[in-house]
Every structure is written in structure tokens, then in C-alpha cells.
């Protein structure tokens, strides 16, 4: 588990830190950042990666549009997914589900947050590959 | 630099010519004492449209420097942790050396206490040797070791804690971006009704501001509330088989 490759994709700097740092506090060091969903593709392309961590909002292609091309790119479609945004309301929630995001957290959120969901979505892409 | 006051249109009925001329001219006269006042107004815009680009500037500018600052921060709790990691790993060295210890100097006081001598240092250095086992030193050693284990761990729980908080940085400056993005809009507003004035006005709506990439509606709730909210809605949506 602790070589997966993440990528933290995050219009936000201190986001991308905060995110990053609390991988590697999990034991997670394999981590790649993106600074919006154009720059996420290019590296999943160049770099590839196991698991994507996106933001929402986001110049030239936010979230949505970035999750929306990965499930519609065979090498990547079934790679798990976590949106980690500010947006908290009913209708935000179902169109990330929509798309097929695996999992949505709110900002802020705790490291004790973030580790949950990702063995949420790990246990439940390990049962569904199983 | 508008100061002055505006001027008063003048009192249209100072003066009554009969007839369409009087009125005509009533009419004029009323004109004539508008323009300065539509010349005041239009400085005035001109002025406060001239205002906006110098304060989303400096909106622009609290959001880089809170960034910058926030990283820095970011790297001395980053630094902070792995040094709080370099002293944990040094305190479970240091107590596997006090227990390697203890066992050494059990094992010396059985080693010469099976072969006792006459000589008076040698039952000296006996008894030092089980002083040092009874008087629990090698135990107190190791409460010191735990005690400076937690106090560790509740150090790098803290940095954690802060570092979280600073989330607080992307969600105001999606906030300012919010509000630079309000103050555009009437900015563009502005240089409407400033093109209406100088007659370049094509008549349609004025500019939208540029599309947004920030949440209007993001905000700093550090409870479990909102994912609270989120989490029952994703439960939902997969138990209706969505997923």
C-alpha cells in the first residue's frame, strides 16, 4: 500500500502541502502534484499515478471535467478517485457522484478524515477487484 | 479628482417667455443647466471605476502573501515533524539500550556472585551492581523515556492540528476571490454606463466578468457537520444503486 502513487491536484499551493504532507504522515511518500486538471491529464500521461486526490474549482479544468476524462480514458477509468472540495451543498455532492467520483470530502477536513476515506475507497476498489 | 460639489441644474421656471418660444427655450435653458451635473457624474465614475483594478490589486495581494506565509509555516511544522520522528526513533533506541543494560548487569551480579572473592572491592562492585538493579534505576530511566515519548507524540499531534487549521488560507482566498470578482462586475457596470455617456454604448447589457473557479459559498467550519451532510448523501445515492 505505501508505494501507491498518488496525485494531489489542487489550485492551491498551501492545499497541495497540507494534502502532501498529510500523506506522508499516513506513510504515503509516492505522491505526485498537479496544479489543475490540465496539468493532472499531463502528468497521469507522462507519470501516471494509483489514486487521485482533485479539488473541485479549479482554472482551465476544474475537478469534474478532470474525473469525467479519466473514467472515459481506458488506462485510467478505474483508478480511485477523491474530491476534496469546499463545496459542501446536496446538489455538489450528487453531480461528483455522478461522474463517478469514489469518495467527497469536505474542506476543512482532519488527517484522521482523509486516511479514513482512503482506506474506504482502497477496501472497497480491493473487494470490487477481488 | 472630482471634489468640488456638484453643480445645481438651474430653476427652469426663472424665467416665462410666452408661448412655444418661452417653452423652447425653458427647455434649453433646463438642458443647459443638466449637462455640468451629467460632466460631474460621469467624473465621478470614471474616478471610482479608476479606483477598482488598484483594489482587486491589492485583494490579489493579502491572497499571495497569506499563501506565501502559509508554505512557510507548512515547512517549519514539516521540519518540526520529522524532527519530532528523528527523536522518537533516538528514545526507542535509547530504551532498548536500558533494558540491554539491565540484562547485562543481571547477568554480571550472577556471574560474580557464583565466583566470590576475598577481596573487599570486589564484593564493593557486587553490591553497586545490585544497588543499581534494586533502586529501580534502570525503570526510572524508562518512565523517563515514555514520559518524553508522549509528550513527542502530543507535539507532532499539535503540528498536525496546525497544519490542518491552515486550511483556512484556500477557503478566504477563495473568499477574496469572491469579492474581486463582485467588485469586477461593477467595474465592467461602470465602463458601461461611461460608454452610454460618451455615446460608445452599443445598447446590449454590459461585459459579464470572466468565468470563476472559486466557491462563493466556501467557508471555514471546522465540524463534522457538512461531511456529516456529505456522507449521508453518497450513502444514499449508493444505496440507491447508483454506484
Do not use: C
Not at chain 1, 37 to 49: P, V
Not at chain 1, 86 to 92: A, M, Y
Not at chain 2, 92 to 113: K, M, N, P, S, W
Amino acid at each position: 500500500m505505501a508505494s501507491l502513487k498518488f496525485l494531489v491536484v489542487d489550485d492551491s499551493l498551501t492545499m497541495r502541502r497540507i494534502v502532501l504532507n498529510t500523506l506522508k504522515t499516513i506513510g504515503f511518500n509516492n505522491i505526485l502534484e498537479a496544479a489543475d486538471g490540465k496539468d493532472a491529464m499531463a502528468k497521469l500521461l507522462s507519470e501516471g499515478a494509483d489514486f487521485l486526490i482533485t479539488d473541485w474549482n479549479m482554472p482551465e479544468m476544474n475537478g469534474l471535467e478532470l474525473t469525467r476524462w479519466v473514467r472515459a480514458t481506458p488506462q485510467f477509468s478505474g483508478m480511485p478517485i477523491l474530491m476534496v472540495t469546499t463545496r459542501g451543498n446536496k446538489e455538489d455532492v450528487i453531480d461528483a457522484m455522478k461522474v463517478r467520483v469514489n469518495n467527497y470530502i469536505v474542506k476543512p477536513f482532519t488527517a484522521q478524515g482523509l486516511k479514513d476515506k482512503i482506506d474506504l475507497i482502497l477496501k472497497a476498489t480491493e473487494i470490487k477487484a477481488s | 479628482m472630482a471634489t468640488t460639489s456638484p453643480p445645481q441644474p438651474q430653476d427652469p421656471t426663472a424665467a416665462k417667455p410666452a408661448g412655444e418660444t418661452g417653452l423652447l427655450s425653458q427647455f434649453v435653458h433646463a438642458l443647459s443647466g443638466l449637462l455640468p451635473m451629467l460632466d460631474h457624474i460621469k467624473a465621478t465614475i470614471e474616478e471610482s471605476s479608476g479606483k477598482i483594478p488598484k483594489a482587486s490589486s491589492q485583494l490579489h495581494s493579502v491572497t499571495q502573501a497569506t499563501e506565501s506565509a502559509t508554505v512557510e509555516i507548512l515547512n517549519a511544522l514539516d521540519d518540526m515533524t520529522q524532527n519530532v520522528g528523528t527523536a522518537e526513533r533516538g528514545l526507542q533506541r535509547l530504551a532498548a539500550i536500558i533494558l540491554e543494560t539491565a540484562g547485562d548487569v543481571r547477568d554480571a551480579i550472577g556471574l560474580l556472585q557464583k565466583n566470590p572473592s576475598a577481596d573487599p572491592e570486589h564484593a564493593r562492585g557486587v553490591e553497586t551492581l545490585v544497588h543499581m538493579l534494586s533502586a529501580g534505576r534502570s525503570t526510572e530511566a524508562q518512565q523517563i523515556v515514555e514520559t518524553v515519548t508522549g509528550v513527542l507524540a502530543t507535539t507532532r499531534d499539535s503540528s498536525m492540528n496546525i497544519a490542518m487549521a491552515l486550511q483556512v488560507q484556500d477557503i478566504t482566498s477563495q473568499q477574496i476571490a469572491s469579492v474581486t470578482h463582485m467588485i469586477e462586475s461593477v467595474r465592467l457596470e461602470l465602463t458601461h454606463m461611461l460608454g452610454q455617456f460618451r455615446g460608445e454604448a452599443t445598447g446590449g447589457p454590459a461585459k459579464q466578468a470572466e468565468p470563476t473557479h472559486f466557491d462563493t459559498d466556501a467557508q471555514y467550519t471546522p465540524t463534522a457537520e457538512r461531511q456529516d451532510q456529505a456522507d449521508m448523501i453518497i450513502q444514499q445515492w449508493t444505496s440507491e444503486s447508483h454506484g
